[in-house]
């Protein structure tokens, strides 16, 4: 069983997921505490740019096409980036706990071991 980090206690800790779900559409926390949103990748922005970079560098425009391709790929490392923060909120949520007495979420990590 895990303690609160706040409170020490373990008496008012319960999984937040569950918790989350028997709570009220309109209830205090509902919104506060619901699942980090999901990241919608749009990789149209670097897939257009990459066909641009092409069509200019075959059209010998060198400088323009080299800096569409960086655009290219900055675009992709920052939608993966996101992509991976997402996730990785979103995976923390499923396995956090949630301490009544004190309204706050926590990891099992955070939480102490009694
Ligand atoms: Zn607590």
Redesign the pocket.
């Known amino acids: 069983m895990l303690a609160?980090p706040?409170?020490?206690?373990t008496d008012?800790?319960v999984k937040l997921e569950p918790y989350w779900r028997s709570l009220g559409q309109d209830a205090e926390g509902k919104r506060d505490l619901a699942c980090p949103p999901d990241f919608k990748a749009q990789w149209q922005w670097p897939a257009g740019c990459l066909v641009g970079a092409v069509l200019l560098l075959s059209a010998s425009e060198i400088l323009w096409g080299l800096a569409l391709l960086v655009v290219a790929a900055v675009t992709t490392v920052v939608i993966r980036y996101r992509s991976t923060q997402a996730q990785e909120a979103r995976a923390r949520w499923h396995t956090s706990m949630y301490?009544r007495?004190?309204d706050?979420p926590f990891t099992p990590a955070e939480g102490l071991a009694s």
């Open positions: 609160c706040q409170c020490k206690g008012q800790v301490c007495h004190c706050r």
